[in-house]
């Protein structure tokens, strides 16, 4: 399997695009839109965001899957996709390895 990524690595590496994505939206993003009234940073980082937050679910029941987490894991990984900083706090937690 040379050049070949397993799931758990492609779910670290989304995890983190999708928790630095959720902060460019939450910090950068809205406050342009509201403030700034330029709605065009929430168009395309929310765009990016979105994306990785449905590759993130994804990789979330593949690596699930494969590496036999039980549902608490699962549901704390989902957890994670909804809270600012959740994502690097559940891989510095539980993907210890």
Not at 1 to 15: D, N, P, Y
Not at 63 to 85: C, M, R, S, T, V
């Amino acid at each position: 399997m040379a050049g070949k990524q397993s799931t758990l690595e492609m779910f670290r590496k989304v995890g983190v695009a999708e928790g630095i994505s959720f902060l460019l939206l939450l910090g950068i993003a809205m406050p342009l839109k509201y403030m700034a009234g330029i709605p065009q940073a929430v168009t395309y980082i929310g765009w990016a965001h979105g994306v990785l937050f449905v590759w993130y679910c994804y990789l979330v029941i593949m690596a699930g899957q494969e590496d036999n987490w039980k549902f608490g894991k699962i549901f704390l990984a989902f957890l994670a996709a909804l809270l600012p900083l959740g994502p690097f706090l559940f891989h510095r937690w539980f993907l210890k390895r």
